[in-house]
């Protein structure tokens, strides 16, 4: 019998191709691994790698491609008293009850750690603060349990530009008193903060204020005639160097929970207790 009941390897094949994936009990109450949320690919991939390695928590992805992995280094043991087998000698009962939690590790876009946490499809996440603030949008289920992992600094920035009626622009108060924003003729604000942005922009006491967004390349809006300021991330500041706006969040790696999986699966405040220790440690 195996004290690992939670993973099963469906074959799949199609004319072209065959391939596996690995599929667990789908329902949040039904499985006993702990689902940890990794970026699979982008700035900070390497770097959580890196960084899990160093706490030896190291990932083990039999291949590349794999969005599935392990860190096997960390083992939850628990008993599961809900599966009481009548048919069953107690012994095997016991066998049964006595189960090992495996951290499975699930490759994914940052944006989709938080969505998942949220729906509870992951217990844990390691994303960027900004990502958590910005599509988690205040959600009381998401905990940061880390936060300061000590990569992927960045801040979300204001980038004012230096030239025409800016040009003697240095600082949000001043932007918000020009009298150049009326109704009619709002500051035009592009940003990939959707969330983030326009609420800075309210708490500023901007008020007339229009927005648009973008997926990228946001400092050519304002050579394009499409935005008037920036709101976006800057690490090195060579991207963006006008940053007379202010600072909307600083940003680095973080370790987020959903405060439902932590407080309704013990093996899961286990693991990520086990977690921060080995964090800690390092
Ligand atoms: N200069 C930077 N620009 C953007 N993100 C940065 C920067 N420095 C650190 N980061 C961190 O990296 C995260 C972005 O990581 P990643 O590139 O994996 O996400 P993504 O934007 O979803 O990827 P993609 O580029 O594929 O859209 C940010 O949320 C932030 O926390
Ligand atoms: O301060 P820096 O080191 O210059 O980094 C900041 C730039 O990096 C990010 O863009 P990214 O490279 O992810 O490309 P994008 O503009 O297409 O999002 C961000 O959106 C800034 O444009």
């Not at 729906?119 to 940061?144: A, K, P, R």
């Not at 909307?248 to 309704?264: D, E, T």
Request: proline letters at 4%; hydrophobic letters at 40%.
């Amino acid at each position: 019998m195996s004290l690992f009941p939670t993973a099963r390897s469906v074959p799949m094949s199609s004319s072209s191709s065959r391939f596996q994936i690995t599929c667990s009990a789908a329902s949040w109450s039904e499985r006993n691994e702990i689902r940890l949320g990794l970026p699979g690919k982008g700035r900070i991939d390497g770097d959580t790698r890196n960084f899990l390695n160093n706490c030896e928590l190291p990932v083990k992805q039999d291949n590349p491609r794999q969005y599935v992995a392990q860190i096997p280094q960390v083992h939850i043991s628990f008993i599961q008293t809900h599966s009481f087998d009548r048919s069953l000698s107690s012994i095997n009962n016991f066998l049964m009850q006595l189960l090992v939690a495996v951290i499975e590790v699930c490759f994914q876009r940052p944006t989709d750690i938080v969505r998942r946490l949220l729906s509870g499809d992951l217990d844990l996440g390691i994303v960027g603060l900004d990502t958590v603030c910005e599509f988690g949008q205040g959600n009381e289920d998401l905990i940061i349990v880390h936060d300061a992992l000590g990569y992927g600094e960045c801040r979300s920035s204001l980038a004012i530009p230096n030239c025409g009626i800016f040009e003697n622009i240095n600082s949000l108060d001043e932007l918000a008193q020009m009298p150049q924003w009326t109704k009619e003729k709002p500051l035009r604000f592009i940003t990939g903060f959707t969330y983030l942005g326009p609420k800075f922009m309210k708490e500023n006491g901007l008020n007339h204020v229009s927005f648009s967004t973008a997926d990228g390349a946001l400092e050519a809006a304002p050579a394009m005639g499409i935005a008037d300021v920036i709101l976006d991330l800057v690490s090195t500041g060579r991207t963006l160097k006008e940053n007379k706006g202010g600072i909307v969040l600083r940003s680095q790696a973080v370790l987020v929970a959903s405060k439902r999986s932590l407080l309704g699966r013990k093996n899961s405040l286990d693991a990520t207790r086990e977690i921060l220790e080995r964090l800690d440690a390092n």
